[in-house]
């Protein structure tokens, strides 16, 4: 069982990078799948990433494809999300989520909190 708390959220300019980090607590976090989430005003939670229990293995929702990568390091118990060429439509909160499947779905078992991404035009 883990805990998730996301951080590194903020307002940007179109174009600009951003990377979002999601510190875990608890134990056996090096045997979760991860993923990340978005949810805008208005809108039901996307997927936007996920990442395998080896790291090895991602997948992409095609509107970061290309644009965003996530990774792990099992030794900071953190999960990232690089995000570059940020575009307006990516303004959301953005949730970092953990399960045993590497899943696209929102049937995650853990959840964070969320963080701020706002990207101005």
């Known amino acids: 069982q883990v805990q998730l708390a996301e951080s590194g959220g903020g307002l940007v300019q179109v174009g600009d990078s951003l990377r979002l980090s999601c510190a875990a607590s608890g134990h056996t976090f090096s045997s979760y799948a991860l993923g990340w989430f978005r949810q805008a005003p208005g809108k039901e939670r996307e997927f936007v990433a996920a990442?395998?229990?080896?790291?090895?293995?991602?997948y992409y929702a095609d509107s970061v494809k290309g644009r965003f990568t996530i990774s792990r390091d099992n030794a900071k118990n953190t999960v990232y999300l690089q995000m570059n060429s940020l575009k307006p439509e990516d303004t959301a909160v953005y949730y970092c989520?953990?399960?045993?499947?590497?899943?696209?779905?929102?049937?995650?078992?853990?959840w964070g909190q969320g963080t701020q991404v706002t990207v101005s035009s």
């Open positions: 989520a953990a399960d045993v499947l590497f899943r696209s779905d929102n049937d995650y078992a853990y």
């Open positions: 990442l395998s229990v080896s790291g090895r293995s991602a």
